[in-house]
């Protein structure tokens, strides 16, 4: 049998794959939570947009690694294309290696498009490392492939709620607990 990927990987002509899991798709999604609201689904790597009427966009997503995850609720406070990029400081302090401030453009670790978490250093945006969608990598953010984050950043609105579940908390189940 075919190997099953469970996160992105290079084929032969060196593009990299994401795994069906992983792709946008529009899915069945019961929530209380109002059309416009975003769902972190920290452990299993997904953001749902809710659309209402029992249904979601479902997106891969990159999150925290260990000791870098969090929780809470917030609201997308500001939209970038292209964003630039200034490191906070206790990532330079953990990186001292990182540029202190990097244009926004195709080789920028922000992506296409970023939207801003409420006033955390958090954000949810794109990446040019598509092969970290499905893992556990950032230093806090939320990455998307560059075409997911675009589509994304077409329907969220500034102001809408983003809910950011902590890692023993599932999005795709009834009660919301680990199965």
């Not at 769902?39 to 009427?53: A, E, K, R, S």
Request: proline share 8%; with cysteine.
């Amino acid at each position: 049998a075919p190997p099953v990927h469970v996160a992105p990987s290079e084929n032969e002509s060196g593009v990299i794959e994401i795994p069906a899991r992983l792709k946008r798709r529009i899915i069945s999604y019961a929530s209380v939570e109002a059309p416009g609201t975003i769902i972190i689904d920290t452990p299993n790597t997904y953001l749902y947009y809710v659309l209402g009427g029992g249904r979601a966009v479902r997106y891969g997503i990159g999150v925290g690694r260990d000791g870098f995850t969090w929780s809470g609720v917030q609201s997308i406070t500001k939209k970038a294309e292209w964003p630039d990029w200034t490191p906070p400081a206790e990532m330079i302090v953990r990186q001292p290696y990182l540029p202190r401030y990097m244009a926004g453009g195709p080789g920028n670790p922000l992506g296409a498009r970023a939207m801003y978490l409420g006033g955390t250093v958090y954000r949810i945006h794109g990446t040019n490392a598509p092969q970290t969608i499905g893992t556990h990598v950032s230093s806090g953010c939320i990455r998307l492939t560059n075409e997911d984050v675009s589509d994304l950043y077409s329907r969220v609105n500034v102001g809408a709620k983003v809910i950011v579940l902590p890692m023993d908390r599932r999005a795709d189940t009834a009660d919301g607990k680990r199965g």
